[in-house]
């Protein structure tokens, strides 16, 4: 498919453990964002690439958050040490540029991310 | 800083009427985006409608239409000739336009449960 892939779609770790979550964006796609959607809420932005360019990481919860992007493509999301409040669906969006006007972001499914 | 308000409860329509379903918004920036995004039950963000803020007309889609009233800060989805595929939520977004990086970052509102009854 052409469409913005995740994965896994469904992800059940335990209390302290690490996870890693995967997005691959469309391709051609410089721009690249993470948000993350609690039980019942709307999205909330966690990080931005642009193409090579370092992160904005201005919207990660803790310093348990990172993210990587490999050769301006796909991303992975880690979360060190999880908590049960890190339970929720995380997704990925691409959109070709950054600024202008339209430049609609597209989704992937998303990884729903439960931690016991 | 921006922020999206979407206050009304669960909507319930009839099958093949209208329904608005009302976002207004907030922002300092002269520029801007609004956007509407529909998720079923199954998880993924669809894309419906665009309306910039210096768009002399209202967007239309299909059966969706965007009731932009920028002095009022608002923009209502309408959703005509409901379907059963329409039970959703849907959120209203909207980001800045000029800026670029993490700025052009979407601000989404909690959202609207659209029930469709047949």
């Known amino acids: 498919g052409a469409g913005v892939s995740q994965s896994p779609s469904n992800k059940v770790t335990e209390k302290g453990k690490d996870v890693e979550l995967r997005c691959d964006p469309i391709s051609g796609h410089t721009a690249l964002y993470w948000y993350r959607q609690s039980l019942g809420q709307g999205l909330e932005f966690l990080i931005y690439f642009q193409g090579n360019s370092a992160p904005d990481k201005s919207g990660l919860p803790s310093d348990r958050f990172s993210a990587e992007r490999t050769g301006g493509s796909v991303s992975t999301l880690t979360i060190q040490r999880t908590q049960q409040e890190d339970s929720a669906v995380y997704l990925c969006a691409s959109s070709f540029g950054s600024g202008g006007s339209l430049n609609e972001q597209f989704f992937g499914p998303g990884t729903r991310l439960t931690v016991l | 800083a921006q922020k999206i308000t979407q206050t009304q409860p669960g909507m319930f329509v009839q099958e093949k009427e209208a329904v608005t379903l009302d976002c207004t918004y907030d922002t300092s920036d002269p520029s801007y985006g609004l956007f509407w995004y529909k998720q079923p039950s199954s998880g993924e963000m669809i894309f419906l409608i665009y309306?910039?803020?210096?768009?002399?007309q209202n967007a239309t889609e299909g059966r969706y239409s965007l009731n932009f009233q920028k002095a009022r800060k608002s923009a209502n989805l309408v959703i005509s000739a409901s379907q059963l595929g329409d039970s959703a939520m849907y959120f209203c977004a909207m980001r800045e336009l000029i800026r670029t990086g993490a700025n052009s970052k979407l601000t989404f509102g909690k959202g609207i449960t659209l029930s469709v009854r047949p």
């Open positions: 309306q910039g803020s210096y768009d002399q």
